[in-house]
């Protein structure tokens, strides 16, 4: 329910079918939709503790469908509130995505999974004559965590004109097949997706 961006048809349907793929798994799942940008950081806040109760046996899941900026070589979340005219917008107006990953690396755990299903056209200071750049930039290698995105480094993600979007559909299906480890699906996920886009 983006205000300033066009509307997005795949990320209600994706989060809800994987948070319904960790429910069945045993995962104690959190599912927020339309997050503002004055909930945004207690939300993360909460994700943080909910995962830090789980114990250094635990492990934390953290997916997001919908918009994504980079800026400066940072990537930030979009709140379906935020206004961004140009580049200098984005870390004023979103979430930047290395405060969570930062905070997750403090916490004990077994394992971190970080999983962006959000590098859409959002086409932000295009209005404006100050594009910000397409894409999602790199992520910092983090020690303990794995973090996957749906389009390499400055590559938009197709949706596709399925129920779910390209990337979250094929995902899914790998996270439902019994006996694959966590490299296994993400791998499988990524050669799926790029036969289905042509290597797009």
């Known amino acids: 329910a983006y205000l300033t961006a066009a509307a ?51 492990v934390a899941f953290f997916y997001y469908s919908g918009y994504a900026a980079q800026s400066e070589g940072g990537n930030y979340l979009v709140p379906v509130d ?9 870390a004023d107006e979103a979430f930047r ?17 970080v999983v962006l299903d959000a ?3 959002h086409k932000f200071g295009v209005a404006s004559g100050k594009p910000v750049a397409k894409g999602l930039a790199m992520g910092d290698s983090v020690p303990g965590m794995l973090l996957a995105f749906a389009a390499a480094p400055g590559a ?29 699906i993400f791998k499988a996920t990524r050669l799926q997706i790029n036969q289905a886009t042509a290597g797009a």
């Open 156 to 184: 938009l993600a197709i949706d596709g004109d399925g129920e779910y979007s390209l990337y979250t559909g094929a995902l899914v299906t790998m996270m439902r097949q019994p006996g694959l480890d966590m490299e296994q």
């Open 97 to 113: 995505l290395n405060d969570l990953t930062e905070e997750l690396t403090k916490i004990p755990l077994a394992a971190r999974i």
């Open 119 to 121: 590098s859409r056209d």
């Open 8 to 58: 997005l048809k795949t990320p209600a349907t994706d989060a809800a079918i994987v948070a319904e793929t960790l429910r069945a798994a045993g995962y104690d799942v959190t599912e927020l939709r339309d997050i503002r940008q004055s909930d945004i950081g207690q939300a993360m806040r909460d994700f943080l503790d909910k995962a830090a109760a789980g114990g250094p046996e635990g």
């Open 82 to 90: 935020a206004v961004i005219n140009s580049d200098g917008d984005v």
